[in-house]
């Protein structure tokens, strides 16, 4: 099945970094009637107004790209607000869409869902079978509930909700504030900062050991595209790349893109999260889907963002 160009498509949170790169692509693509409300039209934490607003406007799919998330620092701190604000968007928006007659949604989650010491590469099938990496529990448990509430619906009443777990994501868009961004808007930052004042080093989180996959999110706008058209089943679907690389050399890539020539310090008081998250991406290949956006080019792209669109 095929999503058609004029069908109604409700995509939740189209001005977070993973919901503006899937704007960008239904747009590319031509789709005509995407629905979008900003968080002062439309509140998904507030379940009478998410129904109003399924009743009223009746999409046909929903793409639920809307959520509380932050880097390491943000989820160790915030662990209530990551739990509560997720659990309420994805359980109304789940629920309401359900009821209204939506004919497919596609929920987003994370690959924090697995167990922080699962076997890499990371198997779909290591859900559940081990405890949480701690520095993001809450949220990880919220995602979990909502890739299982789809899962729940499906079996239940046929409701074909689909659920991709991608990996670390990064990209236009992202956000860079120091305090609550991910690693790579956080280390651009600083490496930004530190050749513009002429800093010797830079301060790097972490022992710099933990390895990370990186997607680019215009990779994964494309992978959700792909999954709306060619994945129907209840099991949750990783998308990533394929390839990680350690913190520290993630540091020294981004230090190269942005033109830092210092040194790095490493700020050991501050927390590694868990030591490696790699998805075995074989199902999502099995099915023809491919990220095709290097981390080099990807890193190159986001800083020209970032330089154009600093304030
Ligand atoms: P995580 O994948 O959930 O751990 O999310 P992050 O992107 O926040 O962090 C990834 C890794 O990068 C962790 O090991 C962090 O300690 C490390 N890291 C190093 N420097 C920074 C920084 O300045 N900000 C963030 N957020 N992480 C950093």
């Not at 779909?124 to 079978?129: I, N, P, Q």
């Not at 890739?147 to 777990?165: E, H, N, P, T, W």
Request: charged share 20%; with cysteine.
């Amino acid at each position: 099945m095929s999503l058609a160009k004029d069908a109604a498509i409700f995509l939740a949170g189209h001005r977070g970094l993973v919901g503006s790169a899937i704007l960008r692509l239904l747009e590319a693509r031509g789709y005509q009637n995407i629905i979008t409300r900003s968080r002062d039209q439309l509140d998904l934490a507030n379940q009478a107004s998410v129904r109003d607003f399924f009743e009223l406007e009746r999409p046909a799919y929903v793409i639920l790209a809307a959520a509380r998330v932050g880097g390491i620092e943000a989820n160790r701190t915030r662990p209530a607000e990551f739990i509560s604000e997720n659990l309420a968007i994805q359980g109304n928006v789940i629920d309401q869409a359900y009821r209204s007659g939506v004919k497919k949604l596609l929920f987003l989650g994370s690959s924090c869902i697995y167990p922080r010491l699962a076997a890499q590469p990371i198997r779909e099938e290591a859900l559940l079978s081990g405890p949480l990496e701690p520095t993001n529990e809450a949220y990880a448990l919220a995602k979990i509930a909502g890739l299982k509430m789809c899962a729940a619906y499906r079996q239940q009443y046929g409701f074909d909700a689909i659920s991709l777990m991608p990996t670390n994501l990064y990209g236009p868009g992202d956000n860079f504030d120091l305090e609550s961004s991910h690693v790579i808007p956080a280390l651009m930052r600083k490496a930004h900062e530190a050749k513009k004042s002429g800093a010797a080093s830079l301060t790097v989180w972490g022992s710099g050991r933990p390895r990370r996959e990186f997607l680019h999110v215009d990779d994964l706008a494309s992978a959700c595209l792909f999954a709306m058209d060619h994945y129907d089943e209840g099991s949750p679907m990783n998308v990533g790349t394929g390839q990680d690389l350690s913190i520290k050399q993630l540091a020294e890539a981004i230090c190269h893109v942005v033109g830092f020539n210092g040194n790095l310090t490493w700020d050991d008081s501050m927390p590694d999260g868990t030591p490696r998250k790699l998805l075995d991406i074989s199902r999502m290949s099995g099915l023809g889907w491919q990220a095709s956006i290097s981390l080099e080019e990807g890193l190159k792209s986001t800083y020209q963002w970032y330089l154009d669109n600093q304030t």
